[in-house]
C-alpha cells in the first residue's frame, strides 16, 4: 500500500479528482455519508483544499490490473469543516483508515472528527489513530454524534461525557 499526499495544482485539478472521490463515496459509502458530509464535498472549492489545515491523502494498492484506490481521507480546516475516510470494502478491516488519520494529523498537527455513535468501525479507526473522545453532539435527524480530536480528555471530561448521556 502507497499512501500518497494529492495536491491539486488548479481548480480544474480539483473538479477532476474529485468526481473521481464522489464516485468512489457514491459506489462505497454505503450509506454511511450522510447528505450533509456528501453536499460539504461537492462544494469544497480548490481555494479551500489549499488552504492550512486541509489535506488529500490517497491509499493506493498495487493490484494485477495495475494501481487501484484503497481508499481516502479529505480534511478542511482541521475537520471542523470535513473530515472523511472512505476505504473500499475489500480493503477494510487492515488499518488503512487509521494510517490515513494518523497521516493526517502528522500532517496536520491537529485534528477534529465527527462520528455517528452507531458506526463503530469508524469510532475504533479514530480511536486507533490516536483520537480522544470529546464530547457528544445531537446533529439533525435526532442522531447522536461523538466529536472526536487529538487531544486526550482528562478524566473530568469523561465523567461529564457520561453524565451528559
Not at 479551500?48 to 484503497?70: C, F, H, K, W
Not at 466529536?147 to 473530568?156: E, G, H, R, T, V
Amino acid at each position: 500500500m502507497n499512501i500518497i499526499t494529492w495536491t491539486p495544482c488548479n481548480q480544474r485539478a480539483w473538479d477532476q479528482q474529485r468526481g473521481d472521490i464522489l464516485s468512489f463515496v457514491r459506489k462505497y459509502g454505503r450509506r454511511r455519508i450522510s447528505s450533509e458530509v456528501y453536499r460539504t464535498l461537492m462544494k469544497l472549492s480548490y481555494d479551500e483544499l489549499i488552504e492550512d489545515g486541509s489535506s488529500v491523502l490517497l491509499a493506493n494498492i498495487q493490484t494485477e490490473d495495475g494501481t487501484r484506490l484503497a481508499g481516502f481521507s479529505i480534511v478542511a480546516a482541521y475537520g471542523k469543516k470535513i473530515s472523511l475516510v472512505l476505504i473500499h470494502p475489500l480493503y477494510r478491516g487492515r488499518g488503512i483508515g487509521s494510517k490515513l488519520l494518523a497521516r493526517q494529523l502528522d500532517f496536520l498537527g491537529q485534528l477534529t472528527c465527527q462520528v455517528a455513535l452507531d458506526n463503530i468501525p469508524c469510532l475504533k479507526m479514530c480511536f486507533h489513530a490516536g483520537l480522544s473522545a470529546k464530547r457528544l453532539i445531537m446533529v439533525r435527524g435526532g442522531r447522536t454524534e461523538l466529536l472526536l480530536d487529538d487531544k486526550p480528555s482528562s478524566s473530568n471530561s469523561a465523567a461529564n461525557l457520561l453524565q451528559r448521556r
